[in-house]
């Protein structure tokens, strides 16, 4: 069974960087489009990002657009999350998942935390 683990996250202050990684545990060929989401206590899960198999479609939350970039390397079996100029706003756990074999696939998420 594919797998999805996400790691990368921490303790940041304002208006730096961090890079999520999500690790297919299988094969990425089965693997369709991949999204990012934010999760905080007590609220919604939020989306965040969305790439498509091939890299050729990308979508973004307005709140993060023009400051996190997602990208991915079917090689490496890898979905990155590039995050820069983060905000308190930013803090949460952040999941991945994706369309697998017509089955949704969760990670069980990595916190990151902006804070000074």
């Known amino acids: 069974q594919v797998q999805l683990v996400e790691s990368g996250g921490g303790l940041v202050q304002p208006g730096g960087s961090l890079r999520l990684s999500c690790v297919v545990s299988?094969?990425?060929?089965?693997?369709?489009?991949v999204r990012w989401y934010r999760h905080v206590a007590g609220e919604r899960r939020d989306f965040v990002a969305y790439?498509?198999?091939?890299?050729?479609?990308?979508n973004y939350a307005v709140s993060v657009k023009g400051r996190f970039t997602i990208s991915r390397d079917n090689a490496k079996n890898a979905v990155y999350l590039q995050m820069t100029g983060l905000k308190p706003e930013d803090t949460g756990v952040y999941y991945c998942n994706a369309d697998i074999a017509s089955t949704l696939v969760w990670g069980q998420g990595t916190l990151v935390t902006v804070s000074s």
């Open positions: 790439i498509d198999r091939e890299s050729t479609a990308r």
């Open positions: 299988g094969s990425m060929s089965e693997v369709e489009g």
